[in-house]
């Protein structure tokens, strides 16, 4: 799977659009984008996913850029309770997924 | 919604005992997967589990580790001989298609926290 940079960490205001970026330059075509956050200790959870396409759900929108090369996970109206470590995993799902650092968002009230 | 539920929550275990962490994976689910995270680390992977055997393991999952699925339910991850560096957070996933497949989703239990005196 190729690999993905991300900050270290970021802050938002509450109530305000958080944009998490991430680079993916080396994904190849059959690669997925895929977002995960951990909020404190929990167990990792699921975001979105894409391919080459913008898509949107009813927790964040992610954005591709068109050469793939990276992307960003869009919180419309963060809230306290987003504040977590998000995961950008580039991922062909032949293999387990893997989790890197992630970026630390910290959503401030 | 359904959910992967884990147990215990939190186990305390002396050196080199025997520990067996439960998950019960969501019911239609065939991939099964266990994770762990050391504190202040990341989240690593351990191994995969389909069709009643291994299709995938890690560097970390060496001889001490083994993993089951007993009954048509319950999904154990097996430390033989638990090391101090064992100490850390267990996770069981599962997912309806292999490594999350297209669809993408991981779905993940709150985890089993280890801590080995």
């Known amino acids: 799977d190729a690999k993905t940079t991300q900050p270290p960490s970021m802050d938002c205001a509450e109530g305000r659009a958080a944009n998490l970026p991430c680079n993916h330059s080396t994904i190849s075509g059959n690669e997925y984008v895929y977002w995960y956050r951990q909020i404190h200790s929990q167990g990792p959870q699921y975001i979105i996913h894409?391919?080459?396409n913008n898509e949107t759900n009813e927790m964040a929108s992610l954005i591709i850029t068109e050469d793939r090369k990276s992307s960003t996970l869009i919180l419309p109206h963060a809230t306290l309770r987003d504040t977590a470590v998000y995961y950008c995993?580039?991922?062909?799902?032949?293999?387990?997924?893997?989790f890197g650092s992630g970026t630390r968002l910290q959503v401030q009230p | 919604e359904p959910e992967v539920t884990q147990t215990p929550s939190h186990q305390v275990t002396q050196m080199g005992q025997e520990v067996i962490l439960r998950c019960v994976p969501i019911?239609?689910?065939?991939?099964f997967y266990w994770y762990r995270q050391i504190l202040g680390q990341k989240v690593e992977f351990l191994v995969s589990?389909?069709?009643?055997?291994?299709?995938?393991k890690s560097e970390i999952f060496d001889d001490q580790f083994s993993v089951e699925r007993p009954d048509g339910s319950n999904f154990t991850l097996k430390i033989r001989s638990t090391k101090l560096e064992d100490s850390a957070m267990y996770f069981c996933?599962?997912?309806?298609?292999?490594?999350?497949?297209?669809?993408?989703?991981?779905?993940f239990g709150e985890g089993s926290r280890l801590t080995v005196l």
């Open positions: 894409g391919l080459k």
């Open positions: 589990f389909y069709n009643n055997e291994i299709s995938e």
């Open positions: 019911s239609n689910h065939l991939y």
């Open positions: 995993i580039v991922h062909t799902g032949r293999r387990a997924l893997t």
């Open positions: 996933a599962s997912s309806d298609s292999p490594g999350g497949g297209d669809t993408g989703e991981l779905f």
